[in-house]
């Protein structure tokens, strides 16, 4: 009675044998249990990983919206911004702005008589602050001979002070603030004269040496120039080779070379592309350095693979029924592919050249070798001027010394990881919806 019962249809089986393949059933299943559990504890890992990652760059750089500015009542004197009395833009672009701010702080502090706590005085306010008043005097000429409080960016010490960036327990020596200053800010603040806005400089200025007046909006705008190449040539090439390799090239030796070339470029490292450029566009066609057109081609050689074997993926997707279906009506193997291969084709193509842009967005080595690293504070206007992109900027940022520069960094990542996740969502939108099903 305690026989085990027959097993696949075998009139006997020993309880020995039995019991084997009962235990072997049980490791089996352990040892898929285990490796499930391998595999979610590596995900978590990951995801773990990913977060402590977003973690610390948001912790880092979400301060970088906001900047610190001084109210001060700033009296535009016409012997300082214009002393011919002309009211002209050329007359008042030349004025002492600079001392008028110097003018309003001693106005404020009256007690600070020597040269240094001068010179500390007017350091807790930036140099921008001249600039930021002559604009307004030659946008409002009616300002002279009035006193008005503005409100002016802050030095970037007195901003990672206001932050909590700079502790004020540290010692004097540790900080670079002095105490003396630090009384001075204090004041300020007490007096309402200190407040943090959104600093829309960090999107609307280019490059600076000073932390408060550095900004994205050059970087951004070649990288718009350098893709907007990449795009107009990586993306006509990539679908052409992709439907001529896989619709129209025959089977030889040669194409099968072309094949393996493409698949391997794919995986050559990036900077081989910047050195590319810089032999070939730069060396030898002399084109412009730095230009966003020298970084569009660079970076078309390097999307050029992804684009091609993404495309030609989606054209074997199509059921070979759609041309049997097209030739078998009289259309020629170019309207076939044109008109009803391609079509159907056309949202992963479109999804490959989406997530080749983004690969591109994110490149920063290639660019390095032609020039692109250069510090550049105009802001872009053609693919010919000198530019940056936003990937060489957190990396000019990343080795700068100022704690300013730390939380523009982490601001300039976020940003950048912004348009790279909005350019992934739309490629898997565009596949979700437009893809066939078959």
């Given at each position: 009675?305690?026989?085990?019962?027959?097993?696949?249809?075998?009139?006997?089986?020993?309880?020995?044998?039995?019991?084997t393949v009962r235990r072997g059933l049980a490791k089996r299943r352990a040892a898929e249990r285990r490796f499930r559990c391998y595999g979610l504890s590596a995900i978590?890992?990951?995801l773990t990983s990913l977060a402590l990652l977003f973690a610390s760059i948001v912790s880092n750089g979400y301060t970088a919206f906001r900047q610190t500015f001084v109210g001060l009542d700033i009296y535009f004197d016409a012997e300082l911004i214009d002393p011919q009395g002309n009211r002209s833009p050329e007359s008042l672009a030349t004025g002492d702005y600079g001392g008028l701010v110097k003018r309003a702080l001693s106005?404020?502090?009256?007690?600070?008589?020597?040269?240094?706590?001068?010179?500390?005085?007017?350091?807790?306010?930036?140099?921008?602050?001249?600039?930021?008043?002559?604009?307004?005097?030659?946008?409002?000429?009616?300002?002279i001979g009035k006193t008005v409080k503005v409100w002016l960016p802050a030095d970037d010490d007195v901003d990672m002070y206001v932050k909590g960036h700079?502790?004020?327990g540290a010692g004097e020596?540790?900080?670079?603030?002095?105490?003396?200053?630090?009384?001075?800010?204090?004041?300020?603040?007490?007096q309402g004269n200190i407040e943090q806005r959104f600093n829309k400089t960090f999107f609307t200025a280019g490059d600076s040496r000073e932390p408060e007046q550095a900004g994205i909006w050059g970087a951004a705008a070649g990288s718009f120039f350098?893709?907007?190449?990449?795009?107009?040539?990586?993306?006509?090439?990539?679908?052409?080779?992709?439907?001529?390799?896989?619709?129209?090239?025959?089977?030889?030796?040669?194409?099968?070379?072309?094949?393996?070339?493409?698949?391997?470029?794919?995986?050559?490292?990036?900077?081989?592309?910047?050195?590319?450029?810089?032999?070939?566009?730069?060396?030898?066609?002399?084109?412009?350095?730095?230009?966003?057109?020298?970084?569009?081609?660079?970076l078309t050689f390097m999307t050029l693979p992804t684009i091609i074997i993404a495309a030609r993926a989606a054209i074997k997707s199509v059921p070979p029924s759609i041309r049997e279906?097209?030739?078998?009506?009289?259309?020629?193997?170019?309207?076939?592919?044109?008109?009803?291969?391609?079509?159907?084709?056309?949202?992963?193509?479109?999804?490959?050249?989406?997530?080749?842009?983004?690969?591109?967005l994110g490149e920063s080595a290639p660019l390095l070798m032609i020039g692109m690293v250069a510090f550049i504070v105009d802001i872009?206007?053609?693919?010919?001027?000198?530019?940056?992109?936003?990937?060489?900027?957190?990396?000019?940022?990343?080795?700068?010394?100022?704690?300013?520069?730390?939380?523009?960094t982490s601001a300039a990542i976020i940003v950048l990881l912004a348009f790279l996740i909005t350019m992934n969502a739309l490629a898997v939108y565009l596949r979700s919806r437009f893809e066939r099903r078959w």
């Open positions: 009675m305690n026989d085990p019962p027959p097993i696949g249809g075998a009139p006997e089986m020993s309880r020995k044998s039995y019991e978590l890992l990951g106005k404020v502090f009256p007690a600070v008589s020597s040269r240094s706590e001068k010179r500390a005085l007017y350091s807790l306010v930036s140099t921008a602050a001249a600039i930021e008043l002559q604009r307004r005097a030659v946008r409002e000429p009616s300002l700079i502790r004020r020596s540790a900080r670079r603030l002095n105490d003396r200053q630090l009384a001075w800010i204090d004041e300020l603040i007490e350098t893709l907007v190449v990449t795009l107009a040539l990586s993306f006509p090439i990539g679908i052409a080779a992709a439907i001529y390799l896989e619709e129209f090239a025959p089977k030889n030796r040669w194409t099968d070379l072309i094949e393996v070339n493409i698949n391997n470029l794919a995986a050559v490292p990036s900077i081989v592309f910047g050195l590319l450029g810089l032999a070939v566009f730069i060396n030898f066609f002399d084109l412009p350095r730095s230009s966003p057109l020298v970084g569009g081609l660079v279906a097209a030739l078998g009506i009289g259309a020629s193997s170019m309207q076939t592919v044109f008109h009803h291969v391609l079509p159907l084709a056309m949202p992963g193509m479109l999804t490959g050249a989406i997530i080749g842009m983004a690969r591109a872009p206007h053609s693919v010919m001027d000198p530019a940056t992109v936003l990937p060489v900027q957190v990396y000019l940022w990343a080795d700068s010394p100022e704690r300013g520069f730390v939380e523009r």
